[in-house]
């Protein structure tokens, strides 16, 4: 599952959160989502808990589950990254 939001939003909850390093979010953009391939998508800054959670409900139901792994997987061998 892919969980997004924007950058500023992201620093604003690192910040209001109180326990987080500053410039963690930042520093983890780059590499989140960089090779994943995902059966549902979030986004926590555009909807609240409510649409997020029926999304994945959806999602669950439809029964798209495991091809988003699969094809990050995949994905990961051709780009000769380590295979999980």
């Not at 987080?20 to 800054?45: C, F, I, N, S």
């Amino acid at each position: 599952m892919g969980v997004h939001c924007p950058l500023d939003e992201l620093e604003r909850r690192e910040k209001a959160r109180g326990d987080r390093d500053m410039g963690l979010a930042k520093a983890q953009l780059q590499y989140v989502h960089q090779h994943e391939a995902y059966d549902v998508e979030v986004d926590t800054y555009r909807n609240n808990l409510t649409v997020c959670a029926d999304q994945i409900m959806a999602a669950l139901e439809a029964g798209r589950f495991p091809e988003g792994w699969l094809k990050t997987r995949q994905k990961l061998a051709l780009a000769g990254l380590r295979d999980w």
